[in-house]
């Protein structure tokens, strides 16, 4: 008979341990994650930040997309869009313009999600205690309209102060975009991705130059709103947008006037006829002269979009 060997089981070397490091999160902020309505996308992100905040700490730190991603195993995208969303909600807050510090909010009473529209299937529940009859949002069951007897529908109709919305007036649920990356709370501002992204570049050239000066908070809905505005109803492409904006950003009288898109859609027809000019005036002149710094430089900046991009921050 052969020997018999016992083996024994393999202790696996990559098993995480606590002295490698741990990330320590509050109770309250646990519980916050774990109850209220963050998507899949937004709960990875949230806990990227955590991990390169708490995992390292640190209350707050500066997070660079590319590092959510990484951590995430999302795109730089994704992550870029959840965290401007995240900010909105209150659950993350950035300390500054775009390229400032971010941390998570901990005071949970502070997160603010927008309501999802149910289109009748199911009312919420209301607190009677309250004196303008206000919904719930603590409440954890919700009602089914159609499982309730038609006798005590009646009777709740007549004898309460507040009634359902199908049958008195209310302030209609906000709408919500689908398909877009960013919109405020009543969805009459909203932007897709594509305006979101290009409105946060215009966001970090104009911080960069700002410096100590950039404002704290920016309401991105409105910039990526005006942004998709300029692409749908004036018919400015993306590529057109941006190198306008690296014109402007290269003007010294605009480059101090150009603090927004909505300053760049108000004054497009003058930048546009004052590039049209230098642009004419660098490929000749009456004299027969020819400047071919003024006119290769602005023919680059409208065909080359990498170099557009780049001279944003010159």
């Not at 696996?12 to 490091?21: A, H, K, N, T």
């Not at 959840?82 to 909010?105: C, D, F, M, T």
């Not at 020819?290 to 409208?302: E, I, M, N, V, Y």
Request: aromatic share 6%; hydrophobic share 30%; net charge positive.
């Amino acid at each position: 008979m052969g020997e018999v060997v016992q083996l024994k089981p393999e202790v696996s070397v990559s098993e995480p341990r606590l002295d490698e490091g741990y990330c320590r999160v509050v109770n309250a902020l646990a519980e916050g994650l774990a109850s209220h309505p963050l998507t899949s996308i937004q709960q990875r992100v949230v806990w990227a930040v955590i991990r390169m905040t708490y995992g390292w700490g640190k209350p707050k730190d500066v997070i660079a997309c590319s590092q959510l991603a990484e951590i995430s195993g999302l795109t730089r995208q994704q992550c870029n869009t959840a965290l401007s969303q995240l900010i909105e909600y209150g659950v993350v807050i950035r300390l500054g313009g775009s390229r400032s510090p971010i941390k998570v909010n901990t005071k949970t009473s502070e997160w603010s999600f927008p309501k999802k529209d149910t289109k009748g299937r199911f009312t919420p529940s209301v607190n009677s205690n309250n004196e303008n009859c206000s919904v719930n949002s603590n409440s954890v069951h919700s009602t089914n309209t159609n499982s309730v007897h038609t006798k005590d529908k009646r009777k709740v109709s007549k004898n309460t102060a507040c009634s359902s919305s199908q049958n008195s007036p209310t302030k209609s649920s906000p709408k919500i975009r689908e398909g877009a990356a960013i919109q405020n709370k009543s969805g009459t501002q909203y932007g897709y991705a594509a305006d979101l992204e290009l409105a946060e570049m215009i966001a970090q050239v104009i911080d960069h130059r700002l410096g100590q000066d950039a404002p704290a908070n920016r309401n991105m809905a409105n910039w990526a709103n005006t942004v998709r505005l300029m692409r749908e109803q004036d018919n400015r492409t993306d590529q057109m947008i941006k190198a306008l904006f690296a014109f402007a950003m290269n003007d010294s009288f605009w480059k101090g006037n150009i603090e927004s898109p909505g300053a760049l859609r108000r004054n497009w027809t003058k930048l546009a006829m004052k590039r049209k000019a230098l642009r004419e005036g660098g490929t000749g002149n009456a004299k027969g002269g020819t400047d071919h710094s003024a006119g290769s430089g602005l023919d680059r900046q409208f065909t080359d979009l990498n170099h557009a991009r780049n001279t944003f921050e010159d």
